[in-house]
């Protein structure tokens, strides 16, 4: 049988263990009969975080990048650049879930889209964790940082429904046009209910701050679309969000559904008027 040149790479990977040069690693295969031609290409092919995974053919057969999914190609990763670049066999537990996304028309860039520590917290998030740190709760500052990871973790919602995300917006906050990709989160429009809840449709992607305003009722979208927000954001820096137009997505099917959006309208606008009502009853 065969073997492609990433599949020996690969092999002298495990062999060699540890963090192995190209030339080192290129070295094993020579001794085992096998010349690689151009390391740097074949490296590229495996290596998670290496910009050039994606050029010409190579993974093409992939339309999905996370490195989540037991690939046989997410294989290595790279440390340092030029003279001192190495590689090591990649785990997620250290090296965080990467992925792929479309920076401009057939130019796909790879990111980090789970760190190694909110990874950890996600794997670590207990069913019974309240949905707040109690102000009186008196704990170590190990065990703050902890809570303060999960409870981003659950932010970030499932790592499937936030990568969909990322690509249907380009890697774009939907309503500020932020384009961090470490601060930009997958919202639910209706609220979570289970797996059916993680359709793309049924999501936006938004800057941190933003998804609070919108899961808070704060922001919402009218029925073009186009982003409202609360009168308690008057003369706020968020104001100039009024009236904008949520970003579109890629593909037009990905857009949100129209009754997910009125769902979270009537929500939000209920939440508006009982704090009008308080505002008036709070007046002189």
């Known amino acids: ?107 796909i860039f790879p990111f980090c889209l789970v760190e190694p520590e909110l990874l950890q917290a996600m794997e670590d998030f207990p069913a019974d964790l309240p949905a707040t740190v109690q102000p009186d709760e008196a704990a170590p500052d190990e065990d703050s940082r902890k809570k303060a990871l999960r409870l981003i973790a659950q932010r970030e919602g499932a790592v499937a429904f936030r990568s969909d995300l990322i690509r249907a917006y380009s890697g774009t906050c939907a309503i500020t046009g932020c384009s961090v990709v470490d601060i930009l989160e997958a919202a639910h429009i209706k609220p979570y209910r289970g797996a059916a809840s993680n359709a793309v449709n049924n999501g936006i992607l938004l800057r941190a701050d933003a998804h609070t305003l919108f899961d808070k009722g704060l922001i919402w979208l009218d029925e073009s679309l186009s982003v409202v927000i609360s009168r308690r954001l008057a003369g706020s820096e968020y104001a100039v969000f009024s009236g904008r137009a949520l970003a579109a997505t890629r593909v037009a099917s990905d857009q ?16 508006e008027n009982r704090r009008r009502q308080e505002d008036e009853d709070l007046s002189p």
Request: aromatic share 8%; net charge positive; with cysteine.
């Open 256 to 271: 949100p559904l129209p009754e997910n959006v009125a769902s979270h309208r009537a929500f939000a606008v209920a939440l």
């Open 1 to 107: 049988m065969a073997i492609f040149q990433y599949e020996m790479l690969t092999r002298a990977m495990h062999a060699l263990g540890g963090r192995q040069s190209l030339s080192a690693l290129q070295q094993w295969c020579s001794e085992q009969g096998t010349t690689l031609g151009d390391a740097h290409a074949v490296a590229s092919v495996i290596t998670v975080n290496d910009r050039n995974r994606f050029q010409g053919n190579r993974n093409s057969h992939r339309t999905i990048f996370r490195s989540d999914l037991n690939d046989p190609k997410d294989v290595l990763y790279r440390r340092g650049v030029g003279r001192t670049k190495t590689y090591e066999l990649y785990d997620p537990a250290t090296h965080g879930i990467w992925d792929g996304m479309e920076v401009s028309p057939g130019k």
